[in-house]
């Protein structure tokens, strides 16, 4: 293993790398393919969590419990593209990396294998970077620690290297790098041809990431940015995040999820079951929670029992977690909806779910499905703890074929 320092570069020792980013808070990583000009071809070549796949390159997320990171697979990079950097930002809106440098882990993506690390030091307004970059010089790929700072933020990124950032405030435009540590800057051979013409402007092909997008007075309705309890109940829309903290204290006391659905068709029973499956900081299966097992993790997870109609209003089925009496080893927890008889979403109606605060009966959050899909399985929110020891709760709408619980666990796991 190489600890790498300013500007120093290693040969890859494997055709596939991952490069995770890690610090004390939660950081948004994402990578951009840059050609001979130091430019993206087009928005498809900014990879993050809201797109996380493109020619060679991909983003995988920590799910709050691991550090997200950035895949390489260099003999999958296309033609033309000669370095991949790789960046983050602290996820909290306007926190700088002052007293929280990250460090980059640069991994076999194969087997693990721990092939360099880097730590940018002295670093004080930044509030994004770029940490390392994978690079392509005379047939060979090399990585390179960077450490270059930015004091706008990933917007300030994503604008030097081409990306359209549409709705930016003017001020934003342009980079405000903050000065980095001496670092030799990465020599661009010459292109053999000229450099094709840009495409016309065009709308991005994926949405922008929220974080480098319009001010808030400007945001539309649905928002990936997360928010907070502070101004009472919340109602999340799909893929929308909340941090369970009120009074900038993190909320660890009991709550209720309550899911609920009526059938499609009136006079029609539809017999759907709530679970909850608790995760490790792995993604490993610790247990799940359902009617056919009430009580999992010591009591911490209990289930109120089947409801086999879905008449009536209210909740139809229950599940009460304890957050402060959790195993510190339990850092995930996806909450699903079956139908063991095989009824389909689509003949459901008015799906939800909810958290509730146990102890004052408040509605905390609120997601209501949309949606319908011809599938006998949904997963509809996860709770997942972060770094801080905060909890975050996710809307995710994500259907799925399956009728038990069982069935959920490999894709509950993959959607952490």
Partial sequence: ???????????????????????????????????????????????????????????????????????????AVPAGIERIVVTASPDAAGQTFQGIEPTATI??????????????????????????????????????????????????????????????PAAAQAPAPVAPAPVAPAPVAPAPAPVAPPAPPAPPAAPVDPRIAAPAAAAAPVSTGKINLDKGRVSLQKNQTVSLVKGGRPLLSQVKMGLGWEPAYRGKDIDLD????????QRNHL??????????????????????????AGDDEVIVVDLGRLPADATGLVFTVNSFSGQKF????????????????????RF??????????????KLIKQFSGEWEMTAMGEFVKSRTVRGMVKPAAQAL
């Fill in 1 to 75: 293993m190489t600890a790498m320092t300013p500007g120093s570069n290693i040969p890859l020792t494997a055709a596939r790398v991952a490069v995770d980013v890690a610090a004390p808070v939660r950081l948004d990583v994402s990578g951009l393919l840059l050609g001979a000009n130091g430019k993206v071809r087009s928005d498809d070549d900014f990879i993050f969590y809201n797109q996380p796949a493109g020619p060679g390159v991909t983003y995988r997320s920590g799910g709050g419990t691991a550090p997200d990171a950035i895949l390489v697979d260099t003999g």
């Fill in 107 to 168: 991994r076999n993506a194969d087997d693990g294998a721990v092939i360099a690390t880097f730590t940018p030091p002295q670093l004080a307004t930044e509030t994004a970077l770029v940490v390392v970059e994978i690079y392509l010089r005379n047939g060979a790929w090399k990585a390179r620690a960077v450490g270059q700072g930015y004091a706008n933020g990933l917007a300030g990124i994503a604008t030097d290297f081409g990306v359209s950032v549409d709705d930016e």
């Fill in 274 to 281: 709530a679970s909850v499956i608790a995760y490790g900081p």
């Fill in 287 to 312: 247990d799940s929670c359902y009617f056919g097992k009430l009580s999992i993790l010591n009591g911490s997870v209990k289930h109120s029992g089947d409801n086999l109609t879905g008449e009536g």
């Fill in 346 to 365: 689509t003949e459901v109606a008015k799906a939800y779910c909810r958290l509730i605060d146990a102890a004052t009966g408040e509605e905390l959050v």
């Fill in 368 to 381: 209501d499905l949309t949606t319908a899909e011809p599938q006998t399985g949904v997963m509809m929110a």
